[in-house]
């Protein structure tokens, strides 16, 4: 329960931003519209699992931020661009400190959560771009490559984060009398997310699949969509961009597990997870 409010969390942030970001003056309204109810749907249902695990300040902040997407998909209804946009920011806000309250209370969690949210989000919101096209066949074929340069960008961000934390934790972290591939086994590792180098054969299962999906998959399945705009052929796109949502959503979620699944070393991490336990069974 905790891994999906915190997934939840994540999708509505990275959602909320990459509407944002969208171009209105290219894409129609009702791209914008349909979308908030979704981040309505996202949203509302965090909440309710928030309420369940008793995180009182989440529940508010999700519920808030459900109300503003909900009036939000009402000015888009009735084409008030910029009002409609002021609302994806402020649920955007929302779901950020959501994000960041179900967490880790570390500056380094917190951007690496706040990235793969914006990761999620941007490449989900580049496939229902791309789906848009059949409603609106005239739009702009470069609004959907933008989005697309965007969520590699983002990953971009992302793979540079990890790398550079599995880089640290190599050179901090070594044993001298171990390998170099034990080494950088632990290394990379505790670099996705926060476990010490020990992993049970579950753990190392989920370990090769968060590189894989997540981070080495991804960025080809997101190439091959925008090289087939060149054609250009939208739906053979999109087609694409749907099983790079199943890449990034597996790469998340078993980046999520990692940190269940490896043994924990952080104390801050351990007493922010004790703490949501207590609360969910008081």
């Known amino acids: 329960m905790n891994l999906l409010v915190d997934f939840l969390c994540r999708f509505s942030f990275g959602l909320a931003v990459a509407l944002c970001i969208t171009p209105s003056t290219l894409v129609p309204s009702g791209f914008f519209r349909v979308n908030t109810l979704v981040l309505l749907g996202l949203t509302t249902f965090a909440a309710l699992l928030s309420s369940t695990l008793g995180l009182s300040v989440n529940i508010w902040l999700l519920s808030t931020a459900a109300l503003v997407t909900w009036f939000g998909s009402?000015?888009?209804y009735a084409d008030r661009r910029l009002a409609g946009l002021s609302c994806c920011g402020v649920a955007a806000t929302l779901c950020g400190f959501a994000t960041i309250e179900f967490g880790e209370s570390t500056i380094a969690q917190a951007g690496m959560?706040?990235?793969?949210?914006?990761?999620?989000?941007?490449?989900?919101?580049?496939?229902?771009?791309?789906?848009?096209?059949?409603n609106a066949p005239g739009m702009r074929v470069d609004v959907l490559r933008r989005s697309i340069d965007q969520t590699l960008f983002v990953w971009g961000l992302l793979f540079c984060s990890v790398v550079a934390m599995v880089v640290w934790d190599f050179n901090t972290?070594?044993?001298?009398?171990?390998?170099?591939?034990n080494n950088v086994f632990r290394a990379v590792t505790s670099a996705a997310p926060g476990g010490n180098g020990s992993l049970d054969e579950t753990g190392l299962a989920l370990l090769c699949l968060r590189w894989l999906a997540g981070l080495l998959g991804l960025p080809v399945l997101l190439w091959m969509s925008?090289?087939?705009?060149?054609?250009?052929?939208?739906?053979?796109?999109?087609?694409?961009l749907y099983v790079a949502c199943l890449a990034v959503i597996l790469g998340e979620l078993t980046a999520q597990l990692l940190g269940m699944t490896a043994v924990r070393e952080n104390p801050v991490g351990r007493q922010n997870q004790e703490k949501i336990q207590a609360e969910g069974t008081a």
């Not at 090289?227 to 694409?240: E, F, H, K, R, V």
């Open 113 to 134: 959560q706040m990235l793969s949210g914006c990761l999620i989000g941007f490449t989900v919101n580049a496939m229902l771009l791309g789906h848009w096209y059949l």
């Open 226 to 240: 925008r090289m087939t705009l060149d054609i250009p052929n939208t739906q053979s796109a999109t087609g694409i």
């Open 173 to 181: 972290g070594g044993h001298a009398d171990a390998t170099l591939f």
């Open 74 to 76: 009402v000015l888009w």
